[in-house]
């Protein structure tokens, strides 16, 4: 862990008081919070919570109304996305974005490897390029030459992981990574993702199936209607009355009532 | 990377090689004249591929490029040596390429294609405007500084050695992030490329390869004048990279050669020229939406599956 003990206490990732809305619709509303280096974020919400909206302010695709990002302590609102990849984050999409005019292998060797992650060293040299060490990892190897656009729900999904983790991240972001998964890949996945994060990789990933997520999770951030309504362990956030009500449906004690 | 561009090169070097020992049985100084107009088309056309096939940015704006060159030609022929002349139209032309290509970049799809459009437009009105140095409608007088043959092997070279460098950067990790930019520029900065550089980056190769080509333009005509900026110009090439198959190179180049042979052939029936030549195209466009090119892969591979030969690969290249 080089140059990590300067400021230990610094998060990975800091979002402070960020708010963003779409032509007077608030998307996310003074949203506060903090990932530890080392552990792995859930972010749950019903749908239109903000949570892909939280994401995309984080990476640099939307430049939020209000508020600051850090990234192990350094601003990065407001940068271009390539430049934040450049700095250890990268994210995938929760539809999957692949380049169909590639093949999986380019797919994957476009990605840019950035400096200050941990994935490369997790990887290990043992044999083979980048390329082929990532596609080994999710299982894509043996559809290497096959057309991008070409793969399964399921293999674009994988697909899309590999791409990002071929960038080099110190932080990937995972925007529902477990959809339209079979219980096979997931199954891979979730070891996937436990490997990457017992190497050193911090971890933030948006999920739908809380069983899947619960047992990634250390601490969940809940999202409303684009404000955070808890924040804490899997177990406390279960418990917290506002997220039930959340979950039961109804506008409930939030805003927007 | 050099195995798979290997059959390509060979057949580059077949062909343009075939084509350069043609004079040595016709001497018709016409057919001379057409085949060098066509290999200047082919530069001009493999030239626009490398953004508007493969970034899929549409550009209607290529002559500025060239025209730029043959400009230059007609400025600086009679000062420099022609050696020099050559790489001037090449800087002058990736210029232009900054004056367009920075404005343009932050712009996508249609937007890009009308800016694009508007650039030859305004090079043809400031041609008229500042008619003591480019002679206005007149132009300007080119002497070439070689024989019609030279000419003609100057511009198969410059066609061949456009053609493999285009093809290098196309098969390289470079010509994939112009195809993944392509097909999802988000995409791609997720993945850490600086989409805006790429996009840049491919209009100056392309204008740096169609600068050299309008010098040697400007050369065969004997002349430049502002009618190279008119839309005419740059939709043939437009036109020359879609009949050929876009994102292809090699298919863009066939395409100028075959419109612009299309184009010479129907000269004796000057009366139907405009409707066969129209008729043609709306025929290539509707019969072979991969283009030219794309009818040629797809003929080989149906040879190569009925032979039972090689295994299929996955891209429409």
């Known amino acids: ?257 | 990377m050099i195995r798979r561009l290997a059959p390509r090169y060979l057949g580059l070097l077949v062909v343009i090689g075939g084509l350069a020992l043609l004079p040595l049985w016709v001497s018709n100084p016409y057919v001379l004249s057409v085949l060098t107009l066509a290999a200047l088309y082919a530069i001009f056309a493999s030239s626009w591929d490398i953004l508007s096939g493969y970034i899929g940015q549409l550009n209607f704006g290529h002559a500025v490029f060239f025209g730029a060159g043959a400009y230059a030609a007609g400025f600086l022929g009679p000062h420099l040596p022609a050696l020099l002349v050559l790489p001037a139209g090449a800087v002058a032309a990736v210029g232009f390429a900054f004056l367009v290509g920075v404005p343009c970049l932050k712009l996508r799809g249609p937007y890009l294609s009308l800016t694009t459009l508007v650039f030859p437009l305004i090079l043809e009105r400031l041609a008229f405007t500042f008619r003591d140095v480019t002679g206005g409608e007149y132009g300007i007088t080119v002497d070439p500084p070689l024989s019609a043959m030279g000419l003609y092997l100057a511009a198969l070279a410059l066609l061949l050695a456009t053609l493999m460098v285009l093809l290098a950067v196309a098969e390289s990790r470079i010509g994939s992030t112009f195809r993944a930019i392509g097909d999802d520029d988000q995409a791609a900065m997720a993945a850490g490329v600086n989409a805006t550089r790429f996009k840049l980056g491919a209009f100056v190769l392309g204008a740096a390869l169609a600068g050299l080509g309008g010098v040697l333009y400007a050369y065969h005509l004997r002349h430049v004048g502002p009618e190279i900026f008119s839309l005419f110009t740059s939709f043939a090439i437009v036109i020359m990279g879609i009949v050929g198959g876009m994102g292809t190179i090699l298919g863009p180049a066939l395409g100028a050669f075959f419109l612009t042979l299309l184009g010479e052939s129907l000269r004796e029936i000057e009366t139907f020229r405009v409707l066969i030549y129209s008729a043609v195209l709306i025929l290539c466009v509707m019969l072979f939406p991969q283009g030219l090119w794309g009818l040629g892969r797809l003929l080989s591979g149906l040879a190569r599956k009925s032979g039972m030969l090689g295994r299929a690969r996955i891209r429409s290249r």
């Open chain 1, 1 to 257: 862990m080089t140059g990590q003990g300067v400021k230990p206490m610094t998060a990975a990732l800091a979002v402070e008081t960020v708010t963003k809305s779409f032509r007077g619709l608030t998307a996310l509303s003074g949203v506060s919070f903090e990932v530890a280096r080392g552990e792995i974020l859930g972010v749950i919400g019903p749908n239109g919570a903000g949570k892909t909206t939280l994401f995309n302010v984080v990476t640099g695709f939307t430049r939020p109304d209000n508020g600051r990002v850090e990234l192990a302590g350094e601003a990065i609102t407001g940068l271009p996305p390539h430049v934040i990849v450049g700095r250890g984050l990268a994210r995938t999409f929760q539809i999957p974005r692949p380049f169909k005019s590639l093949t999986v292998a380019e797919a994957v060797a476009v990605a840019r490897a950035s400096k200050v992650g941990t994935v490369i060293r997790a990887l290990g040299q043992d044999h083979g390029d980048m390329v082929e060490r990532v596609l080994r990892l999710v299982r894509l190897w043996e559809r290497r030459d096959e057309g991008a656009g070409t793969l399964s729900q399921g293999d674009l999904k994988l697909l899309e992981v590999a791409r990002a983790i071929a960038t080099n991240p110190a932080l990937l972001l995972l925007d529902e990574p477990y959809a339209g998964l079979g219980p096979a890949e997931m199954t891979h996945l979730t070891r996937v993702i436990l490997d990457l994060h017992r190497a050193g990789l911090t971890l933030v990933v948006i999920e739908h199936k809380l069983r899947e997520l619960m047992k990634l999770a250390q601490h969940v951030v809940v999202l409303h209607f684009g404000e955070k309504i808890a924040d804490g362990s899997p177990a406390e956030v279960a418990r917290d009355p506002r997220v039930l009500q959340a979950y039961m449906g109804g506008r409930g004690a939030s805003s927007h009532a």
